[in-house]
């Protein structure tokens, strides 16, 4: 307990030198990664910030090898720099690990709102925001350590081998349905490369703040990394049977609109598949085994739809 509370008592003092303040308010955040909420008066002036942390390595090969915490803090200050609505970064916490940025206000409960022409606005703005995102040059992001796929199969299985390696590396006994499914995903790799942008990796309804019928900052972009187009698209679509969206037809068609290309049918369909694959995969272990701090019942569902 004694070591649990130096590291939160280290980060409170880091967070109030870096900010120059004195911290009036802390929240944690009940959640699968260590999360807080805080406060800060700075010179009178009150402001709301996230710290979001580092999961925690299993020491093992798995998603957070792949794709560090430090690289999402150095991702969301070139977003930030473009245009792209995502929260400020103040600063990156090495001990314990974790970015301090800026609180965005906003909800992100987008299947929630009543008002048809509210949603339709806000889902408009995301699909420009993820058309802009998609025109930054892949260069950006490889200044800061991202590496662009120089294969169809890498860049088809990017994401994918990621959360295989978790699943490898942390199952007993290898899921049938799932052990397909990575083979179908092998032997159908699309045959030529798409388009090399960045892909968000988990994007769409549920992913993004708004207040007052704007979106204020697209959120989580730890799984990020440099892929095909229609990857994001396909997130888009798994995301939906949970976070209703509306059309997606439209949603797509506006892409498209937006970016000048046609949508790759082919692609989306395949990357459809990818989508879905990675949540059983980074779940399985859980099921199979589960743990006393999880909510079952939830992963259960995620798991099975």
């Given at each position: 307990m004694a070591a649990?509370?130096?590291?939160?008592?280290r980060l409170k003092r880091w967070v109030e030198s870096v900010m120059g303040g004195k911290i009036i308010r802390q929240e944690r955040q009940p959640r699968w990664r260590p999360a807080?909420?805080?406060?800060v008066d700075v010179n009178g002036r009150i402001v709301p910030l996230y710290w979001r942390g580092f999961r925690g390595s299993t020491g093992k090969p798995g998603v957070y090898d792949r794709y560090p915490i430090e690289q999402e803090s150095r991702l969301l200050q070139v977003l930030e720099a473009h245009g792209i609505p995502v929260p400020h970064v103040y600063g990156f916490c090495t001990d314990p690990k974790g970015i301090l940025m800026e609180r965005s206000p906003g909800r992100p409960e987008f299947h929630h709102i009543s008002d048809e022409a509210e949603r339709e606005s806000l889902a408009r703005q995301f699909m420009e925001t993820l058309a802009r995102t998609h025109r930054i040059p892949p260069e950006e992001f490889e200044a800061i350590g991202m590496i662009r796929p120089a294969t169809p199969e890498a860049q088809a299985l990017n994401i994918v081998s990621a959360f295989e390696a978790e699943y490898r590396?942390?199952?007993r006994r290898p899921v049938p349905l799932l052990e397909f499914t990575l083979n179908?995903?092998?032997r159908n790799v699309p045959k030529n490369m798409g388009q090399t942008v960045l892909v968000q990796g988990d994007t769409g309804p549920g992913q993004f703040l708004f207040h007052d019928g704007k979106i204020t900052a697209v959120i989580d972009w730890e799984f990020a990394h440099l892929g095909h187009p229609?990857?994001?698209l396909a997130?888009?679509?798994?995301?939906d049977l949970c976070y209703p969206f509306g059309d997606l037809r439209e949603r797509f068609r506006l892409y498209s609109e937006l970016t000048g290309k046609p949508l790759d049918m082919e692609a989306l369909r395949y990357y459809s598949v990818v989508a879905l694959s990675t949540t059983p995969l980074g779940t399985a272990a859980l099921i199979e085994v589960?743990?006393?701090?999880?909510d079952y019942a939830e992963y259960l569902s995620w798991y099975v739809l």
């Open positions: 649990a509370e130096g590291k939160w008592d807080w909420y805080f406060d590396g942390s199952i179908w995903l092998r229609m990857c994001d997130m888009i679509r798994g995301r589960p743990s006393r701090s999880i």
